[in-house]
């Protein structure tokens, strides 16, 4: 069992910044990858970032390639979403996933945060 709790959210203009954490509980060594996900109102939840925990290999939408930041620190068994430039259009509820199996495709999250709120103003 694993249990996911996103922090970080906030309103934040246009151009700004923020940091997204997800700190991960439980059997955390069984984590094949992470992933952010974020959900608009009115839209279809969308995969924003992936890393693989073992070789740290990370993936990212091309809607947020060279502005997001996907890490992980693994001694304090947190990841993390770094957030740069951000545009009225990243605006959503972003949350964290974890699978425990490969080939760790999307649609194989075993465990969810709850969600974090980011807003962005123009």
């Known amino acids: 069992q694993v249990q996911l709790v996103e922090s970080g959210g906030g309103s934040v203009q246009a151009g700004g910044s923020l940091r997204l954490s997800c700190a991960a509980f439980g059997y955390t060594y069984s984590i094949v990858c992470m992933r952010w996900f974020r959900q608009a109102p009115g839209k279809e939840r969308e995969v924003v970032a992936t890393i693989y925990t073992d070789g740290g290999s990370t993936y990212y939408a091309d809607s947020v390639k060279g502005r997001f930041t996907i890490s992980q620190d693994n001694a304090k068994n947190t990841l993390y979403l770094q957030m740069n430039s951000l545009k009225p259009e990243d605006t959503a509820m972003y949350y964290c996933?974890?699978?425990?199996?490969?080939?760790?495709?999307?649609?194989?999250?075993?465990?969810w945060g709850k969600g974090t709120l980011v807003t962005i103003s123009s």
């Open positions: 996933a974890a699978s425990m199996s490969r080939p760790c495709a999307v649609n194989t999250m075993n465990y």
